[in-house]
């Protein structure tokens, strides 16, 4: 090989010789047609020299033009080289792995944003000119929003973990069925068992604030009960605004009853109804309606069909037979005569004072009196401790957007016929153990 200098410019395509000096390797790229398609963006070949003199050679060398062009060559260092075939082998790679979008914030608020411009055309569109200051401000409102099924869901209504000997209270509050905002059967019925399998539980308060209620539920309440009482943990009670009728009949298998002085309590008897027979409507209005029966019976009871004299005494069978179950577990669990029992037990509600007098109940007095004697007389441990395990209803989206209905102005406007509506869908179904008084 030649070196390549000014004077010498007929070698100058033929080969390019790096100095001797150079402390970096070439690489030797070989340059390509202008209308070559095999690879694309390839570098202009251009004669790059080192900086101690061949910079200026590759300044003045010019390549003839009646001859085709040839090839030139480029020295690159090596971490060069390796950088660019490092970045090529990884870019593909990079491109088919593309992180997904996560939803932001933005996202979330641009969505509770379309609905509140939802609410709002509902209200404009059904509601003009209404005033809603009064729905916002009223605080069942408030409690609905406070109300908003969450992520603990069912949590709430599990047996806490007591490290402790404690006395559990367990309240019986609202008409008793299958499930309301202040009853819930399978509750009580899984939390008294959970309550049986606790060392810890030392005994079972019961607060008493019901009007009664099914017949069915009263009564498998009061057998599980039973079942705890015969662990040999004993079950005290307190009545307080009201304990009539399945209220009593639960609460009566305390083993010592204490009753606020104010409490409506009694009420031992079992009602069904009301029953309405509309046909005399349906015959002013034109209104036909047919039900289609195999048994005389079948339909009795029905709107369109009146009341005969062997349905009467069919239900009238039915019913003294729940009577007797009642008035059988009063006689069991407070000592009395079944005559006696049956002798009180017409139906009527007693005060407080009047049932302590007939042995309905053992004591009258205020709910932290009750506590105070409950542990320190009944119990004998002034020191124990008293748990109050609490039924919390957790409300569903339909139960929120109702009652924010309901509050708005105009919905009520028939509060009487409202209130008799709520009224007929409180009774329970079929007997009950129920008072459906003034109260």
């Known amino acids: 090989m030649s070196d390549i200098t000014p004077n010498n410019e007929e070698h100058k395509n033929e080969e390019a010789v790096i100095p001797a000096s150079s402390e970096q390797s070439a690489q030797i790229v070989p340059s390509e047609p202008e209308n070559s398609s095999e690879t694309a963006g390839t570098v202009e070949p251009v004669f790059a020299a080192e900086e101690s003199g061949t910079a200026a050679?590759?300044?003045n060398t010019?390549?003839?033009?009646?001859?085709?062009e040839a090839p030139v060559f480029m020295a690159q260092p090596l971490e060069v080289v390796a950088q660019s075939a490092a970045y090529e082998s990884t870019e593909p790679a990079k491109s088919k792995t593309k992180p997904k979008a996560k939803k932001t914030v933005g996202f979330w608020v641009f969505c509770f944003?379309?609905?509140?411009?939802?609410?709002?055309?509902?209200?404009?569109?059904?509601?003009?000119?209404?005033?809603?200051?009064?729905?916002?401000?009223?605080?069942?409102?408030?409690?609905?929003?406070?109300?908003?099924?969450?992520?603990?869901?069912?949590?709430?209504?599990?047996?806490?973990k007591y490290n402790h000997d404690y006395i559990a209270r367990i309240d019986i509050k609202g008409v008793i069925q299958e499930k309301n905002e202040t009853y819930n059967q399978k509750w009580l019925l899984d939390m008294v068992d959970s309550l049986m399998k606790d060392n810890n539980n030392k005994a079972l308060f019961l607060y008493v604030d019901s009007p009664g209620g099914s017949v069915y539920e009263a009564d498998e309440l009061y057998l599980k009960l039973c079942e705890y009482k015969k662990t040999g943990r004993p079950i005290y009670a307190y009545f307080a605004h009201m304990a009539a009728s399945g209220g009593y009949y639960i609460g009566c298998v305390a083993d010592y009853i204490m009753?606020?002085?104010?409490?409506?309590?009694?009420?031992?008897?079992?009602?069904?109804?009301?029953?309405?027979?509309?046909?005399g409507l349906f015959e002013k209005?034109?209104?036909?309606?047919?039900?289609?029966?195999?048994?005389?019976?079948?339909?009795?009871?029905?709107?369109?069909?009146?009341?005969?004299?062997?349905?009467?005494?069919?239900?009238?069978?039915?019913?003294?037979?729940?009577?007797?179950?009642?008035?059988?577990?009063?006689?069991?669990e407070r000592n009395l005569d079944i005559k006696r029992v049956r002798e009180l037990?017409?139906?009527?509600?007693?005060?407080?004072?009047?049932?302590?007098?007939?042995?309905?109940?053992?004591?009258?007095?205020?709910?932290?009196?009750?506590?105070?004697?409950?542990?320190?007389?009944?119990?004998?441990?002034?020191?124990?401790?008293?748990?109050?395990?609490e039924y919390i209803y957790e409300k569903s989206f339909s139960d929120i957007f109702s009652n924010i209905v309901s509050n708005i102005p105009g919905k009520n406007a028939d509060m009487f016929l409202d209130g008799i509506t709520e009224r007929m869908n409180s009774c329970p179904k079929g007997p009950a153990y129920f008072y459906g008084g003034a109260f």
């Open 57 to 59: 050679q590759a300044e």
């Open 62 to 68: 010019e390549t003839s033009p009646s001859q085709p």
């Open 113 to 160: 944003l379309i609905g509140a411009v939802a609410v709002a055309s509902f209200v404009g569109l059904f509601l003009p000119n209404k005033d809603l200051s009064g729905v916002l401000n009223d605080s069942s409102f408030s409690t609905s929003i406070s109300s908003f099924p969450s992520k603990n869901k069912g949590k709430a209504n599990k047996l806490p």
């Open 259 to 279: 009753v606020n002085r104010n409490c409506t309590t009694g009420s031992i008897g079992v009602i069904m109804g009301p029953v309405y027979t509309l046909t």
């Open 285 to 332: 209005y034109g209104i036909e309606s047919t039900s289609i029966t195999a048994g005389k019976n079948k339909n009795m009871f029905n709107l369109n069909e009146p009341i005969t004299d062997e349905q009467r005494k069919i239900m009238q069978d039915y019913i003294d037979e729940a009577y007797d179950q009642f008035t059988g577990i009063v006689a069991k």
């Open 345 to 389: 037990a017409d139906g009527r509600i007693y005060t407080p004072q009047q049932a302590l007098n007939i042995n309905l109940i053992d004591k009258i007095c205020g709910y932290d009196d009750a506590v105070d004697y409950m542990k320190c007389e009944l119990f004998s441990d002034p020191d124990i401790a008293l748990e109050h395990v």
